[in-house]
């Protein structure tokens, strides 16, 4: 293997997942600190973004940390996704997008629907049935904790519904 070639071939699993820490958990402190920290009575509405982009950022730097040394060390690594996983890796951020883009104008249900929908796809083997199953049961157990148990206003169907 030449050196051109490994130096393709470092950007390996564990460094992808540091940098994706790294730089969600940067964007999370960012948008939380707007948001107001409030006090320690009485918590804002930025602080459980701050928290949590800390912890991400600090799990980003402890998985960075030995990816970085094992760059320097070894130097064979592998790609960090290899041609057959793009197919799922884009279908789950698909379905991600997918959520994100429908909750608004058609509320949880609808949305959490198409959501498992397309990421039931990432997978191979799965029988129909177990799509409908989990499509029950996720969004079940979703609206009981969200919408019941925690009490956030969300909208479960479109409106006129």
């Known amino acids: 293997m030449s050196d051109d070639s490994r130096r393709r071939a470092v950007v390996s699993s564990d460094m992808l ?4 820490f790294l730089a969600i958990g940067a964007a999370s402190v ?4 707007s948001y107001g920290l409030g006090s320690t009575s009485q918590l804002g509405a930025g602080a459980m973004p701050v928290i949590v982009g800390c912890a991400l950022i ?4 402890a ?4 990816a ?3 760059l320097r060390g070894a130097g064979t690594s592998s790609a960090a996704f290899q041609r057959g996983e793009l197919r799922p890796l884009m279908l789950i951020l698909g379905a991600v997008f997918a959520f994100a883009l429908l909750i ?3 509320g949880l249900v609808p949305a959490l629907i198409v959501q498992i929908a397309i990421a039931w796809y990432a997978q191979d083997g799965g029988k129909r049935w177990e799509m409908f199953g989990a499509m029950a049961a996720v969004t079940g157990i979703i609206i ?5 148990g925690l009490g956030l206003p969300l909208r479960l169907l479109p409106a006129g519904f």
């Open 144 to 148: 009981l904790i969200f919408k019941y």
């Open 63 to 66: 998985q960075l940390v030995p």
């Open 30 to 33: 960012l948008l939380g600190w």
């Open 17 to 20: 997942a540091a940098v994706l």
């Open 58 to 61: 600090a799990l980003g730097a």
């Open 104 to 106: 608004a104008p058609l």
């Open 68 to 70: 970085l040394g094992a």
